[in-house]
C-alpha cells in the first residue's frame, strides 16, 4: 500500500481527468483526487472498491486510445455500434 502520493500516479490521473475520462463531480473523479493527493492508504473501503472496479481500468488502458474513442463519439453524436456476435448455433 501507498503511504503517500504516488507522483506518477497522480500525474496519470491529472491526465486522466484532463482528457475528460474521469468526469467532474463523480464519485470516481472523487475517489481519483483523493489517491492523488493523499495515497491510496487513505481510502475506505467503499472508496478501494470505486478506484480498483472504476478509476484503475481507466488508467491501465492507453489514453491516447481512449481520447480518441471519446472524439470519435462525441463527432458522431452518438454511442459506436456494437459489433454483432459472429458467432452462431446451428
Known amino acids: 500500500m501507498t503511504r503517500h502520493p504516488d507522483p506518477e500516479l497522480a500525474t496519470l490521473i491529472a491526465e486522466a481527468i484532463d482528457a475528460g475520462l474521469l468526469s467532474y463531480g463523480t464519485r470516481e ?9 493523499k495515497g491510496q492508504n487513505r481510502l475506505s473501503r467503499s472508496e478501494r472498491e470505486t478506484f ?3 478509476v484503475l481500468p481507466i488508467l491501465a488502458k492507453p489514453l491516447s486510445a481512449q481520447i480518441l474513442v471519446r472524439s470519435l463519439t462525441r463527432r458522431s453524436n452518438r454511442l459506436p455500434p456494437r459489433i454483432p ?4 448455433s446451428a
Do not use: G
Open 29 to 37: 473523479h472523487e475517489v481519483a483526487c483523493l489517491v492523488a493527493t
Open 52 to 54: 480498483e472496479t472504476k
Open 85 to 88: 456476435d459472429q458467432r452462431r
